[in-house]
């Protein structure tokens, strides 16, 4: 397993961003046209593009495949399929999720057991992001366990964690706690209510955008608007 992920960091220091977009929709539909327009307008200042069940559900898994192959030197691939199964199957999605081009994925925590699966360096060599806390304010049951988890993240080989930016004094405990080798990825920026540069004030890595960029008229704008900001906060 990577810890130094290293294709996501030179991304971002060569585009001088800290953007992840989550590329859930867009105003048309996602068709491969549709999403290489988009990638192609937004290029230059996004550093990774996350993708889940709402893209992967509404295209063929080959059209994403291809669609990772066409832009794999210009974006950072991760899987967010919040993974949360027993570690067998685990192992066997991670290692599926990198035959098909991704860089990195994201998984729970809570379902422990994953020291086989995630500290065997042989098993797989993406990166992966465990999930510690999340951006909903009804996440409570996560959020009364974030200690337990923020602690075993640390006993597993993990590139990172995810942890939301609209909760941006857990970033800052975890920034703290965490080895500072540990990425930490944050969604809730734009639609879910945190300003661009929240997380990365607070300690985070890269923030996640979603709909703030994907259903905009003019993402281009957007990007580099989110980019002028973030330069603010770049340690
Ligand atoms: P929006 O449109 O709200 O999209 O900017 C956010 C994206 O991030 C995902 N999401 C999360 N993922 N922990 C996660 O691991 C969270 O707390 C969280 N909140 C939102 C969501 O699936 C969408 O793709």
Redesign the pocket.
């Known amino acids: 397993m990577h810890v130094d992920i290293g294709k996501l960091r030179k991304l971002g220091e060569a585009k001088s961003s800290r953007i992840i977009v989550?590329l859930?929709d867009l105003p048309g539909g996602v068709s491969p046209q549709s999403i290489d327009i988009f990638l192609e307008e937004i290029a230059k200042y996004v550093v990774g593009i996350?993708i889940?069940l709402p893209l992967v559900l509404a295209m063929d898994i080959s059209d994403v495949a291809e669609l990772i192959g066409r832009f794999k030197g210009d974006f950072y691939f991760l899987a967010?399929f919040?993974l949360a199964d027993i570690p067998s199957i685990v192992k066997k999605e991670l290692s599926l999720i990198e035959r098909n081009g991704f860089d990195g994925a994201?998984l729970h925590l809570f379902p422990l057991g994953l020291e086989e699966v995630l500290n065997d360096k042989d098993n797989i060599s993406l990166d992966v992001f465990g999930?510690v806390?999340?951006?909903?304010p009804e996440?409570r049951l996560l959020d009364q366990h974030f200690g337990d988890l923020l602690e075993y993240s640390t006993r597993l080989s993990l590139s990172g964690v995810?942890l939301?930016a609209t909760k941006p004094e857990l970033i800052q405990k975890a920034r703290k706690y965490l080895p500072p080798r540990y990425t930490i990825i944050s969604?809730?920026?734009?639609?879910?209510g945190a300003e661009p540069g929240t997380a990365l004030k607070h300690g985070a890595d890269f923030e996640?955008?979603?709909?703030?960029l994907?259903m905009s008229r003019d993402p281009r704008d957007v990007a580099e608007k989110i980019v002028e900001e973030q330069r603010r906060w770049l340690r």
């Open positions: 989550a859930d996350k889940g967010d919040k994201i999930l806390a999340m951006s909903h996440a995810v939301p969604p809730g920026i734009g639609a879910q996640i955008v979603g709909r703030m994907t």
